[in-house]
C-alpha cells in the first residue's frame, strides 16, 4: 500500500531564517506530487505541483520554493522566512494515470510558525 | 484562487441526526471531490463525483452533484460523535491544470 511521509511536524522559526520541508511517497512510482498550504480558518491553497522530477509548476508567486531531486520526494524551501509564511503545510500525491484531477493524498501536515 | 465554497461554515448536531453541507461553484468542473480533516491532521478523501454523475453513495455518505446550478451537496446520516470534522469540497476544473481547487469547508461537531 501506498504512504506518504512528511515531516517535521512542526517547527518555530524566527523570520529571515531558511525552510526545508521533505516530504516523501512510499509504495507508487511517477506520483503527480502537490505542496498546500492551509492558513487559519481557511481552504487549501496549492503552491506547487510535480509530474516528474526535475518539473516545478509555481501557482502563487511567492517566497517559497519547491524541487523534486528524486521521482518520490518532494521538498518546500524558502531561503528567508517572512511571518505571512506562518501556515499548515500540506504534501499530498496522486497516481500519475489518473491525471492531475484525481483523489489527492494528503501527508500529515507541518506547522509552520514564523515568529 | 478558492473555486468552491461551503455552507455552512459551522455546523452543530446531536448524534444520530443527519448532516448536510452544500458547496457551490464557479466554472466547470471534470469532477468534485468531498475531504475530510480532522482537526490538526492532514484531509483525507472521501469521495469523487464526476461532472456527468448526479448522485454517489459510500457507506453513510451521500453526495449529490447539480451541475446546472453549480452545486452539490454531502449529506452524513446518522451521524456519530466521530464524524467531528472539517468537511471540504474540492473542484477539479475541466480546463487549465485541472488540479482540484478546495473551499474553506465546513465545521462539524457532533454532539453525543
Known amino acids: 500500500s501506498q504512504t506518504i511521509h512528511q515531516w517535521p511536524a512542526t517547527l518555530v522559526q524566527p523570520v529571515g531564517s531558511p525552510l526545508s520541508l521533505e516530504c516523501t511517497v512510499e509504495?507508487?512510482?511517477?506520483?503527480?506530487l502537490y505542496w498546500y498550504r492551509q492558513a487559519a480558518g481557511r481552504g487549501l491553497q496549492l503552491l506547487f505541483y510535480s509530474v516528474g522530477i526535475g518539473q516545478i509548476s509555481s501557482e502563487v508567486p511567492q517566497n517559497l520554493s519547491a524541487s523534486r531531486p528524486q521521482d518520490r520526494q518532494f521538498i518546500l524551501s524558502s531561503k528567508k522566512l517572512l511571518l505571512s509564511d506562518s501556515g499548515f503545510y500540506l504534501c499530498?500525491?496522486?497516481?500519475?494515470?489518473?491525471?492531475?484531477?484525481?483523489?489527492?493524498?494528503f501527508g500529515e501536515g507541518s506547522r509552520l510558525t514564523v515568529l | 484562487s478558492q473555486q468552491g465554497e461551503e455552507d455552512p461554515q459551522a455546523l452543530s448536531i446531536q448524534e444520530g441526526e443527519n448532516a448536510t453541507m452544500n458547496c457551490s461553484y464557479k466554472?466547470?468542473?471534470?469532477?468534485l471531490q468531498w475531504y475530510r480533516q480532522n482537526s490538526g491532521r492532514g484531509l483525507v478523501h472521501l469521495i469523487l463525483i464526476r461532472s456527468n454523475e448526479r448522485e454517489k453513495h459510500s457507506g453513510r455518505l451521500r453526495v449529490t452533484l447539480d451541475t446546472s446550478k453549480k452545486s452539490s451537496s454531502l449529506l452524513i446520516t446518522a451521524s456519530r460523535a466521530a464524524d467531528t470534522a472539517s468537511y471540504f469540497c474540492a473542484t477539479a476544473p475541466s480546463g487549465g491544470s485541472y488540479i482540484p481547487t478546495f473551499g474553506r469547508g465546513t465545521s462539524l461537531i457532533v454532539h453525543p
Open positions: 509504495g507508487t512510482s511517477n506520483p503527480n
Open positions: 499530498a500525491w496522486s497516481p500519475r494515470n489518473r491525471g492531475l484531477g484525481g483523489e489527492l493524498f
Open positions: 466554472t466547470s468542473i471534470n469532477n
